[in-house]
């Protein structure tokens, strides 16, 4: 039976029955009888199936899979002659007990809602094999997502991986000889160049920690990101609010004695938004990542933008600045600037959140954390502001700046 037919049932049965999740993390509600899908394979009948969509790794666009009890997943591409083996495979956890064991455990194929292919191993424990149905048997529960992120990125291929733990009770520990041990329990993602992107603690027994830790900040859930052929760990949800889109910026995460942190990651060439407070003037110092390459402010306000630099003795003006116009640093950035000169008939709230948007690009991708600090100045009696031009800063501060990534120039 082709996998899309399965997924059409899958999704159709989806309306009755609630996504719910084992422990918090593996989810169910996707039909059959355990509530993984109506799908089982065996490693001694283990047939390809059909993805609902391609997979882009390294190029190679993956279009059918096979799933095994050992714990792995191969992918296959209908681009590629019957006569080439697998060159990409996914393993949320290998364990080679449990190969041609039909009592050890169960894997299921399913899909909890469209666009999203799950694998689901359930119960495995090799301890079985000769112990039968045992309540001391050691069990490992886990689960592998692949799911469509083409409609968000625009390319054909871009999917995200999760692997989603919820119980690990034992591993392969492999075959020692001469101080090097094989084919101990690892997980990770093979690439066609037979790259191994592994997970922390794999050939180890440390990977049994991996339903207690995470690399997108929930216990048991590891993710990879697959971008126009490229595989990456994914990165921690940033600590700041926001999509970090023009229209739902990132917020400030924390207010540090009078600085508004913001902590985001960058990658190469993405946009990402914040939105500070306004006074009449911001230090703006990044406390961690790469340097500042560039920086854009915002029009709408009456000011004659001043740039200053710290030097030797103290903060020292360097250059006027030009709304609109971006101005570079210099080929290594700077860690902090000044930007002085807003008006204070402007009469911006340093306490509003939605005020002045800044552009600032990076010299390299990373993760990045760094303050605002506004500067004040006492103002006797507020200037009153009429509705069109509040109308025009609420738009300005709506997004017509950005925070890019930009690639070192070496």
């Not at 084992?22 to 283990?46: L, N, P, R």
């Not at 191994?196 to 990879?224: H, K, Q, T």
Request: charge should be negative; hydrophobic fraction near 40%.
């Amino acid at each position: 039976m082709k996998f899309k037919n399965t997924l059409l049932a899958a999704s159709l049965s989806f309306a009755a029955f609630s996504l719910q999740t084992h422990a918090d993390v593996i989810i169910s509600g996707m039909g059959g009888e355990a509530g993984y899908g109506s799908d089982q394979t065996f490693s001694e009948f283990s047939p390809t199936f059909d993805l609902p969509f391609d997979v882009n790794i390294d190029g190679v666009n993956f279009d059918t899979f096979s799933a095994f009890t050992n714990g792995g997943i191969d992918l296959y591409s209908s681009e590629l002659s019957d006569l080439e083996p697998a060159i990409a495979s996914l393993t949320p956890f290998f364990a080679s007990g449990n190969y041609d064991c039909w009592s050890c455990g169960d894997t299921y194929i399913g899909s909890p809602s469209e666009g999203v292919v799950a694998v689901t191993w359930l119960d495995m424990s090799t301890d079985a094999f000769y112990n039968g149905d045992d309540e001391i048997n050691r069990q490992n529960t886990f689960q592998a997502l692949i799911i469509d992120r083409s409609d968000e990125t625009g390319l054909v291929g871009d999917v995200d991986i999760e692997f989603r733990y919820d119980e690990l009770s034992y591993r392969d520990e492999g075959i020692s000889f001469d101080s090097i041990t094989w084919g101990q329990s690892r997980a990770g993602v093979s690439l066609t160049d037979e790259q191994f992107i592994a997970l922390p603690g794999s050939d180890s027994e440390a990977i049994l920690e991996l339903v207690n830790s995470s690399n997108v900040g929930e216990d048991g859930i590891w993710a990879y990101s697959v971008r126009n052929g490229e595989v990456t760990l994914a990165t921690a949800p940033t600590g700041s609010e926001g999509a970090g889109t023009e229209l739902d910026p990132f917020m400030p995460s924390d207010d540090v004695d009078g600085s508004w942190e913001f902590e985001f990651s960058i990658s190469d060439n993405e946009v990402v938004f914040i939105d500070p407070d306004v006074a009449i003037g911001y230090d703006y110092v990044v406390e961690s990542g790469p340097e500042i390459a560039s920086v854009i402010l915002p029009t709408g306000f009456d000011a004659d933008y001043e740039l200053w630099l710290m030097g030797a003795s103290g903060w020292e003006f360097t250059d006027n600045l030009t709304a609109q116009e971006e101005y570079f640093f210099g080929p290594d950035g700077v860690t902090e600037f000044r930007v002085l000169g807003i008006d204070t008939t402007n009469m911006i709230d340093p306490d509003d959140a939605l005020a002045f948007v800044t552009g600032l690009s990076f010299v390299e991708s990373g993760d990045v954390v760094m303050t605002q600090t506004p500067i004040t100045e006492f103002v006797a009696e507020p200037t009153s502001v009429s509705e069109p031009r509040m109308f025009f800063v609420l738009l300005t501060a709506f997004g017509l700046f950005a925070i890019r990534a930009r690639k070192k120039t070496k």
